[in-house]
């Protein structure tokens, strides 16, 4: 299945760099801060106070990076790769990204959403086909993409083993980051790798489990800090960003530092 026009439109990847640039020149000397942009589900959303304590990885990833690298996160709920792009929210992105900037790519939760055809999407063909839209969009603005294998949900076997959630997902975006040479962060591998370590008990106290709801999907605070350490990690490792960009790695992080402000009507 290809895309179409409107679809490519929407996501304003036909936006001349001139254009996408106009009026964004570094006035300042010196090395500017950069922006890394967040583009995802709900796994790494912003929660507001009706949804305390739901946390996404989002969230806390600032409390890793240093001061002169600015998170903007447009991830939102219940988007996949496929509706993001078709609501224009990647064209948002895209409008303001800068050379030097950093667009974060997970998606995969609502892709496998197969009942739902405004989000569904097929890994080895318009998966695919979404995902180098971001990263040719975000390559033709001079700014780095970088894919991030989804987050695993909570999931144990009768065995106590952590299982996997989403199926071929992860294995088509480490093929198209191979492909197309971009960074990889494995963050599918690495918390399933965490939940197991933890344990089934033990994994409650990570996501977003209260007396009114066992959810196995989004995270408390503890886990979104976790996630979010994971993705520091794996930024650091893969090079994408230096020793003086991150902080705190191994460091404790108070649950007091994430607060969820009032929605805006």
Known sequence: MSLTRRQVAAAGIGVPLALAMNGTAEA??????????????????????DAAPE??????????????????????NGRSSKSFVDEGRLG???????????LLVQFAHNDEKTADPTRHTEPWSTYQEYLRMYVEGARARGARPVLATAVERRRFDADGRAVPSHGEYPVAMRALAAEERVALLDIQA?????WQELGGEETKKYFNW??????????????????ARLVARELLRTRVLAPRDVRRLD???PQAWITWPEAVA
Do not use: C
């Open 210 to 227: 209260t007396a009114a709801e066992q959810d196995n999907t989004h995270f408390n605070p503890p886990g979104a800090i976790a996630v």
């Open 190 to 194: 690495l918390s399933l790798a965490l």
């Open 55 to 76: 946390t996404g990885w989002g969230m806390a990833l600032p409390f890793l990076l240093h001061r002169h690298l600015t998170v903007a996160n447009h991830a939102v």
């Open 92 to 102: 948002v992105i895209l409008s303001s990204i800068r050379p030097g900037d950093l």
């Open 251 to 253: 460091a404790e992080i």
């Open 28 to 49: 300042t000397p010196g090395r500017r801060s950069r922006t890394l942009y967040i583009a995802g589900d709900s796994t790494a959303a912003q929660k507001y106070a």
